[in-house]
């Protein structure tokens, strides 16, 4: 049966820490969003990993009880580079700010730790996610020729510098509201 869409107003969401409770969730989130999906263990991995981040996105109701994710994102340092792997949002709380507040908390953590630059790899067909990437400031550099599999299709290497001193033209949309 089709979820039926969260009303905009009252649930409010907030970003923090990936928990290991919370990879049933995520998994189910992981295998509706890509074609071709992280197993649990990379995410296991990852989650011992300190060098990854590693975000949720919850409704704030359910949160002090590790409760329902809406979205959630994956990303892991390579020297002074922060490499996005994934993010993603469940259908139904899509267009709601969410991935844009996962991708600035992500940034914030990073330079936090370092990073200088952020770099991401994106479907070509993937137009929301592109849409996304670019009003984050991120820019197309190159091409991976037949990157993905499932179906086979190239990936556009996308890029920002991490430091928002270099990029003022999007300041103005940090700190949005999100769900409501
Ligand atoms: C891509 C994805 C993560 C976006 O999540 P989201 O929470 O809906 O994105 P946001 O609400 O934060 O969108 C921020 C901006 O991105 C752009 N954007 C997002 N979705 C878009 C869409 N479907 N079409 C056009 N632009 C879109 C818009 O500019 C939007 O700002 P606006 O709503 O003020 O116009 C979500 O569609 C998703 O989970 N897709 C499946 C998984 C995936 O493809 N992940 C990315 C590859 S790793």
């Excluded at 994710?69 to 700010?97: D, K, M, N, P, T």
């Excluded at 849409?131 to 290497?157: C, H, I, M, S, T």
Aim: proline content about 4%.
């Amino acid at each position: 049966m089709p979820h039926l869409k969260e009303p905009k107003v009252s649930r409010k969401i907030i970003i923090e820490r990936m928990r290991p409770e919370d990879l049933d969730q995520i998994l189910q989130l992981e295998k509706t969003s890509f074609t071709d999906p992280w197993p649990r263990k990379g995410f296991e991995i990852q989650l011992r990993d300190g060098s990854s981040i590693m975000l949720a996105a919850r409704l704030e109701a359910a949160a002090a009880l590790g409760g329902e994710i809406v979205g959630y994102l994956c990303a892991y340092h390579l020297l002074e580079e922060l490499q996005l792997a994934s993010v993603a949002v469940r259908e139904e709380f899509r267009r709601r700010g969410v991935a844009q507040k996962l991708i600035e908390e992500m940034i914030r953590q990073g330079r936090r730790q370092g990073a200088r630059e952020v770099w991401l790899d994106v479907r070509e067909s993937n137009n929301a996610a592109r849409r996304l990437y670019e009003k984050l400031g991120f820019q197309e550099v190159y091409r991976r020729k037949n990157y993905y599999r499932r179906p086979k299709e190239d990936a556009l290497v996308m890029f920002r510098p991490a430091d928002e001193a270099a990029r003022p033209s999007v300041a103005h949309n940090l700190g949005r509201a999100v769900g409501g």
